[in-house]
């Protein structure tokens, strides 16, 4: 029996499916990291975020390998306060529940595609659904964060 769910659960990764919304999610979620941690420097270049000091500041840590960007994103040191950990957050929980629910017939063994329109139509279709959902990754996003 335990065997038995381990191998249906590994059988997810046969889809392809499950790598492009890897890909997705790992955007949702690291790029705003990244710009908050660039963020930071800011001020080295000038006073406003323009493209012109966001390129600088891309190529100073392009030479430098990214490990300060990198230690910065990931170890909690980026600009914006709360506010900025409000918006992680926000990007955590929209790339987990993009990823949920669009892997969920796979998950569950219902289909063997991905549903594309399922985070898109869940909310029109059965809110009480959508409502206990988001709840619960709001919950769980709150608990892993903090």
């Not at 059988?11 to 660039?38: C, D, N, R």
Request: aromatic content about 18%; glycine content about 10%.
């Amino acid at each position: 029996m335990f065997w038995n769910s381990i191998f249906a659960g590994l059988k997810v990764l046969g889809y392809w499916e499950t790598y492009v919304v890897a890909v997705g999610m790992t955007i949702i979620v690291a790029f705003p990291k990244l710009y908050l941690a660039l963020l930071k420097d800011r001020y080295m270049y000038g006073g406003a975020l323009s493209p012109a000091p966001v390129w600088h500041l891309i190529r100073l840590h392009w030479i430098s390998g990214f490990e300060k960007l990198k230690e910065r994103a990931f170890k909690g040191h980026f600009a914006g306060g709360f506010k900025g950990f409000v918006v992680l957050g926000l990007a955590e929980f929209i790339g987990v529940y993009f990823a949920t629910l669009t892997l969920l017939p796979l998950m569950l063994g219902t289909g063997t595609h991905a549903d594309w329109a399922l985070p898109w139509t869940l909310p029109f279709h059965d809110i009480f659904l959508f409502l206990k959902i988001v709840g619960t990754l709001l919950i769980s996003i709150i608990i892993v964060i903090v």
